[in-house]
């Protein structure tokens, strides 16, 4: 079974601190997603990285895949309130114990930024 | 344009009974996934269809059985429940299976006492 750990679970910070969020597994995923999801809701595609070592950028955030497509990272610059959140990393791959092609979710990172 | 519709939102049973639940995808999707989103924990894969047929199961016991209808809506239902079947139910559309984004609907929120 594959599994997608995350770090950390939780993280309070102030507004205009910089953050990482790491997401690590043992296994290789075909790619690997980043959502964030609020209470009430369900999870918002963030970016989807494909190719090892790729880094994609959202205005304040920077995504990056491991060269070998075992890890991916997130990094807020200068975080505001507005990025509160649950943000969750996503692998999509072939799930040796269930036989499936699905996505695996680690269990997330709360994310508290305080004005 | 309508995004990906679940109902009901908020659904209480009791230990027994059964359940189910509905999703429709955005227009044009073809492939339904659900999920199962246990408090504090991130999403478990459950079921995905496409073209009305299985395409991908999670582990999960029989209880739970879906199916997709030929508008691509689909059902989720959960026989003899569980205290520990209490948890957020997300559905999730594509337009194919494999390789594509997912757009997750709000999701459905199931307390069974």
């Given amino acids: ?115 | 344009d309508a995004g990906v519709t679940q109902s009901p939102t908020h659904l209480i049973k009791t230990r027994g009974q059964h359940v189910t639940l509905r999703c429709s995808p955005i227009s044009g999707h073809k492939s339904v996934s659900w999920y199962q989103q246990v408090l504090g924990q991130g999403p478990q894969f459950i079921f995905q269809y496409y073209e009305k047929e299985e395409r991908g199961r999670g582990n999960f016991p029989d209880r739970f059985s879906a199916r997709q209808f030929p508008n691509y809506s689909s059902e989720l239902n959960v026989n003899a429940l569980l205290l520990g079947d209490s948890a957020l139910y997300l559905c999730a559309s594509s337009p194919r299976p494999l390789q594509e984004t997912q757009y997750f609907g709000p999701g459905t929120r199931l307390l069974v006492l």
């Fill in chain 1, 1 to 115: 079974t594959q599994l997608l750990e995350q770090s950390p679970q939780f993280l309070s910070i102030q507004e205009g601190e910089n953050l990482t969020v790491y997401c690590n597994s043992s296994s290789v995923f075909s790619s690997l997603q980043w959502y964030r999801q609020e209470p009430g809701e369900g999870p918002v595609l963030l970016v989807t990285v494909v190719t090892g070592g790729e880094v994609k950028k959202l205005k304040r955030l920077t995504f990056q895949f491991g060269d070998a497509r075992k890890d991916s990272s997130l990094h807020i610059t200068a975080a505001q309130p507005g990025d509160t959140g649950l943000y969750l990393c996503a692998g999509e791959g072939r799930d040796s114990g269930a036989g499936s092609y699905q996505l695996t979710f680690g269990k997330g990172t709360k994310l508290s930024v305080i004005p």
